[in-house]
């Protein structure tokens, strides 16, 4: 039952928009029809903080109220997290995907997480993030990377998503740019 | 066509409110029913409901506030959680005593000390003798429906009763789930007006609230609101038979999943039995004869809908996510075993799990353990302990 | 008095008629009741206004005498009378 969900692990720091990331992969889904579970683990909420979030999408209904303990995929929007314990690379299985937002190759970080099964994709989101919105806020370009990776939503879609939810609270100009960092960290996003 | 909104629990139980469109709210907010407040503020702000919004210092001022608003003939309602109910306490019996058709969204938290944000059912627990009808949600879709359907119940003539519609602290509250909406002419129509008996604000038939009542009356007025608890379960009944006509969705007191021939069962309430049923679901596949019993109305006590339940069982596991410290074990154990004892002629060989506690995590695999130790009972019809804890580090 | 039973009486405590203390005559408490020398008095409505139970009657700014169904006899009008007109007596029962 359980392997028809998707399950999704982001880690951020509070401040970086993993929250807002993983709602937004799963709202995507949910216009796509698909039944969602977004939700942050919540402890001691100050930004820089290290933080977890989760998704869950499935064509069925999702009775799981637990919470995430072995992902499909993990999202690393921090590389500086990549040396907190425990790893992020916990409970991922063999068929995992870990995406790291990073200038390094996937084999260096394949290395250093001593991460031998899965897959690895790295992008280098912050960089993105700065050239298209002038913030380095990656969490729009991690998604663009994360569809590259699993092709779970659509990018049309997401920026569909991305007008809908944002497009009040962020100028034209913001909007554009994360728009453009959505297509760039997809189209830079390397598998190894 | 009905939309699916991305919703969190306590968003969904703030949309129900835009569209029940209630004349007061008094609420203070407190974590993690504070989204409730807020996004129904800001609705009121927006002038999509046209709800009197009262912001108070306190819970005990929010509560009775809610029951002065309630007393003077208008649908109220609110939102609290934790200490929030905790300092509601004496109030609650003032609304469910002077049978105040309040309705309340509870989003269930562990209770200080020590101090802790996250879920768990300490609260809704302690308030379970109060006189408020408890609805227990799995997930934001029942928090909406429930919120909706609690209206119905309160304001029934035969029932007149508070309402208190809980739902899990984060795991619920905070986590953001597809919720199919309802088109608001319809909920409108579904909860009609609010029409009062007997109200304090009705000038032309005076009327008083709240007199001291001695030894001669109060045993009977008490009498008579218990009795109403009693009667309101055939009452929610019907209803839930209405709502079915209105959305097609079925409810009941008590939800059984895969007993029509399970041989061992969790009974649990909340989000937990949505994990409990993928469990089952994998334990089925197995062969394991496994089946979940989920309590949706708490208060009234399904007494006889437990007992029928349990009825073929050859051992039950009951889920608290509370401690009542009370030496022994949960609440919900203390009132299933009262069923089974009384109804049924074969005792079930039942145990107790607290779990969960401040927000712990309950994951399949603590479900499976506590399955694995029914097989044995199942099979041995021994009991090694009844009071058992799941997921803590003795 | 017959006390009614739980099924009659209305929800939540509720008294449905107004101004039933009327009813209740607490003048049956009293020992000692009030008496007026309406020679000596000068209406100036102190003990009027100083009675918590409501219970002395007033005509057209004058005092004409006490509620005996419902004063139950605390004294306080005799002790605020500026022209002590108002003495209290011993109930008899």
């Known amino acids: ?192 | 066509m009905s939309k699916i909104l991305p919703l969190t629990g306590d968003h969904a139980a703030s949309e129900s409110m835009r569209q029940i469109n209630p004349d007061v709210v008094a609420a203070y907010p407190i974590t993690p029913a504070t989204e409730i407040v807020m996004s129904f503020s800001q609705i009121v702000a927006n002038g999509l409901a046209d709800t009197e919004m009262v912001p108070v210092e306190s819970e005990h001022s929010a509560m009775s506030a809610c029951v002065g608003a309630s007393a003077s003939g208008v649908r109220t309602m609110t939102a609290t959680s934790s200490q929030g109910l905790a300092l509601m306490w004496e109030v609650l019996y003032i609304a469910a005593g002077m049978r105040l058709p309040i309705i309340m969204h509870c989003v269930n938290r562990a209770l200080s000390a020590p101090i802790n944000i996250h879920g768990d059912h300490s609260d809704g627990m302690g308030a379970r003798d109060t006189g408020w009808i408890q609805i227990y949600c799995e997930n934001a879709q029942e928090v909406y429906e429930m919120g909706i359907f609690a209206v119905r119940v309160a304001e029934h003539k035969d029932i007149m009763l508070p309402v208190m519609v809980n739902q899990d602290g984060f795991i619920t509250s905070h986590a953001i789930e597809g919720v199919k909406m309802f088109e608001d002419a319809d909920v409108k129509k579904f909860v009609g007006e609010y029409v009062p008996n007997m109200p304090l604000l009705d000038v032309k038939n005076p009327v008083t609230f709240g007199p001291i009542d001695l030894q001669d009356y109060y045993f009977e007025h008490k009498f008579q609101q218990a009795q109403a608890m009693r009667d309101s379960k055939k009452r929610i009944v019907e209803l839930f038979a209405e709502f079915n006509k209105f959305s097609g969705k079925k409810y009941e007191l008590v939800e059984q999943y895969k007993m029509e021939d399970a041989e061992i069962a969790i009974l649990a309430l909340s989000s937990t039995c949505g994990t409990t049923r993928v469990v089952v679901n994998e334990l089925r596949e197995k062969g394991i004869k496994a089946g979940m019993i989920k309590i949706r109305v708490f208060r009234p006590f399904p007494m006889d809908e437990v007992a029928a339940a349990c009825k073929n069982l050859k051992a039950l596991a009951v889920l608290d996510r509370a401690d009542t410290c009370s030496g022994e074990g949960g609440a919900v154990f203390g009132d299933v075993c009262t069923a089974i004892y009384n109804l049924n002629e074969k005792k079930v060989p039942a145990i107790n799990y607290v779990y969960g506690l401040g927000g712990r995590d309950i994951d399949e695999a603590q479900i499976k353990n506590i399955f694995n130790e029914l097989v044995d009972i199942a099979k041995t019809g021994q009991v090694k302990t009844v009071l058992n804890y799941s997921g803590v580090r003795i | 008095m017959e006390l009614k039973n739980s099924k009659d009486l209305p929800i939540g405590g509720k008294i449905l008629q107004a101004g039933n203390a009327q009813e209740y005559t607490t003048g049956e408490w009293r020992n000692e009741k009030p008496v007026l020398d309406k020679s000596k008095c000068i209406n100036c409505l102190f003990c009027w206004i100083y009675c918590p139970d409501s219970s002395v009657y007033v005509e057209e700014g004058k005092v004409t005498g006490f509620d005996y169904d419902h004063c139950k006899g605390c004294g306080i009008c005799a002790y605020m009378c500026p022209k002590k007109c108002i003495a209290m007596q011993k109930e008899e029962k």
Not at chain 1, 92 to 110: A, C, H, S, Y
Not at chain 1, 134 to 158: E, F, R, S, V, Y
Request: charged share 25%; net charge positive; proline share 6%.
């Open chain 1, 1 to 192: 039952m359980k392997k028809q969900i998707t399950e999704i692990r982001f880690h951020g720091r509070g401040g970086q928009g993993a929250k807002t990331a993983a709602d937004l992969l799963a709202q995507t889904a949910l216009e796509a029809g698909k039944h969602i579970q977004s939700f942050p683990e919540y402890g001691p909420e100050r930004a820089g903080a290290p933080m977890r979030s989760y998704v869950r999408i499935s064509d069925e209904v999702i009775d799981l109220h637990c919470g995430v303990s072995n992902p499909d995929i993990v999202a690393v929007i921090d590389p500086t997290l990549l040396s907190i314990n425990p790893p992020v690379t916990e409970g991922v299985g063999k068929e995992g995907i870990l995406l790291v937002n990073t200038n390094e190759k996937p084999e260096d970080i394949r290395k250093k997480l001593n991460f031998k099964d899965g897959t690895v994709y790295t992008v280098d989101a912050t960089k993105i993030a700065y050239e298209e919105t002038g913030l380095p806020l990656p969490n729009t370009a991690m998604l663009g990377a994360i569809i590259k990776a699993t092709g779970i939503i659509t990018i049309d879609h997401l920026k569909d998503q991305l007008t809908k939810k944002l497009g009040k609270k962020l100028s034209p100009e913001k909007m554009a740019g994360n728009i453009k960092a959505i297509t760039k960290a997809y189209d830079t996003a390397v598998k190894g």
